[in-house]
């Protein structure tokens, strides 16, 4: 009776160690079909809204530790990226994030068995455990066309590290983004709000930057920012 109750728990207990792994395939396939060149199909998604309320079904079910980093990270940036679509395809048609009160600090989401806001996932989850990672603002997405670009894959374990660069890379480099002039540089409004994410350690803006850009910005330039554009960033 002893080993058929801890059979059972073992056998328990690696199914649900799978749900991750699910999680991310389903994710992923999710990506590829509803996203592309950085913009959501959110009327796509709305008309037929049973793969959206089926990865939103896994990922109420997934448990993540931070005894294992990788997917831990993997995991909220996904379910971040989900709860951001999910909450404009509940109020779609919708022109902006902004329009929907309480879109980031209030409105809740069923996932990582927990209910949480979008800025719990940000804040709380993600910076909060990992608050020396400021390349967590280049892979979360608040459905803005002012957002570094959504990508049309999931975030996974075995390829965080390889994504994350590459993010940040292509943000850095985007004239999107940052905009180089003869005498000051313009950054996206998203660095000012987080300006003390990517100045640790008394670097400036311009030294973050810098360690992902292809051709480096003078350090004696003026910075400034330009206003965020916060139209949905759909077809």
Known sequence: MKYLFFLTLLISNFSFAQEPSKFFDASDAFFKQYVSNGRVKYAEIK??????????SQAKRVKVST??????????????????INGIVKQFPVKSPMDIEGFFNA????????????????????????????????????????????IAEAYRPETLEKQLQQQTVKTMNSSDFIKVQKDKVLFSELMKWYEQDFTKGNGSLIDYVNKYRKTAIPAGLKIEFY???????SF
């Open 47 to 56: 008309q037929n809204p049973n793969s959206l309320y089926e990865l939103l």
């Open 67 to 84: 005894e294992d980093p990788d997917v831990y990270k993997a995991f909220w940036i996904n379910a971040y990226n989900i709860g951001v």
């Open 107 to 150: 409105k809740t989401h069923s996932l990582g068995q927990k209910s949480v806001t979008l800025d719990d996932i940000e804040k709380k989850f993600l910076l909060g455990n990992y608050p020396d990672e400021a390349r967590f603002h280049f892979v979360l997405i608040c459905a803005a066309k002012g957002c570094p670009p959504i």
């Open 227 to 233: 206003n965020y554009n916060w139209e949905l960033n």
